[in-house]
């Protein structure tokens, strides 16, 4: 008996990830690549996409593979089809899916890639059985979706759940997106990397044991090196996520008053950091909550389906016609 099985690629800002997916949310065979830089043309994202779901239909009887789903990071149109803006990468207005059209001969989704993840984690990981949720993807920047009833959100024009991009702090750091003062700016895996940066160029010395592991090279610092330093106990790392997660629970707090969801759900690479990020995260939320001790409070939860949700995701939506 056949299988329905359906390709995910998720296309992040330094990763492109791809993957058979089969009904029950499993991937059966992997690729990776890296994104190409944003310089470059849109055609050399969409050669990286094409050879992914090449190398992957070699793996399987491709007359299983009923779609192909795309997580792109940025604004997709309602059309399902167009990626108006991608900050992290060179696509401005693309065609994303008329251009692979004519060269994937399958049915092909184009979604958020937070969209992408938070259909994952409510389908097969951590939202399951909650009927209001917004799920959070911190990694280079903030990724977001909201998922009601069973349904994603995704606005009139397709681009709802934007929330990296609010203003969080009016006239502070300088985003990508044109603004200043984007949440991603204060809450992701650049925010955290900036400021430890920024300690160290600055010359601290609590910052020194940090370095010290480094082997004194400030740019081989990474959000994985900090949360890695962090369990080991540096102290400095754990600052840094700390503050990371308060300004994350305060974005949440915005969130909360927005659209009063019964769950948040944390993903994204730097969620790997658990409970040093979540933990400040919950307690700044605490505190920042309209209404706080007055009114029913969100769970605040790590997503089970780690860096896999965006693949796993796209291609359950492009399976379901979602």
Not at 174 to 193: D, F, I, M, P, T
Request: hydrophobic share 45%.
């Amino acid at each position: 008996m056949s299988r329905r099985l359906a390709i995910g690629i998720d296309i992040g800002g330094t990763k492109v990830a791809g993957g058979v997916v089969d009904e029950s949310g499993v991937i059966t065979h992997r690729t990776r690549r890296d994104t190409p830089h944003r310089s470059t043309s849109p055609a050399v994202v969409e050669n990286t996409i094409v050879e992914s779901v090449e190398e992957l239909l070699g793996h399987v009887d491709a007359d299983d593979v009923v779609a192909v789903g795309i997580g792109a990071a940025g604004f997709v149109a309602e059309d399902r089809a167009t990626v108006v803006f991608a900050p992290h990468l060179s696509w401005r207005n693309e065609p994303l899916r008329d251009a692979l059209s004519q060269r994937i001969a399958l049915p092909i989704t184009v979604d958020n890639d937070a969209n992408a993840a938070a259909w994952a984690e409510a389908t097969f990981g951590a939202a399951r059985g909650e009927s209001h949720v917004v799920v959070i993807t911190l990694g280079t920047g903030i990724g977001g979706a909201l998922i009601i009833d069973g349904n994603v959100q995704r606005g009139r024009h397709g681009i709802a759940g934007e929330f990296g991009h609010m203003q969080i702090v009016p006239g502070g750091a300088r985003c990508e997106c044109g603004n200043r003062g984007c949440w991603e700016q204060y809450a992701s895996g650049n925010a955290l990397v900036r400021e430890a940066r920024a300690m160290i160029e600055a010359g601290s010395p609590v910052v020194a044991d940090l370095l010290a592991r480094l082997g004194g090279d400030a740019n081989a610092l990474t959000g994985p090196f900090i949360t890695e330093a962090a369990r080991e106990g540096d102290p400095t790392a754990r600052e840094l996520l700390a503050d990371i997660g308060e300004w994350l629970g305060i974005g949440m707090a915005n969130l909360a008053s927005a659209f009063d969801p019964g769950l948040f759900v944390i993903g994204g690479g730097v969620s790997a950091a658990d409970e040093m990020l979540i933990g400040p995260a919950r307690e700044a939320f605490r505190r920042q909550l309209p209404g706080r001790g007055y009114r029913p409070e969100a769970r605040i939860v790590r997503a089970v389906l780690g860096s896999d949700a965006g693949l796993i995701g796209a291609a359950e939506l492009a399976r379901a016609g979602r």
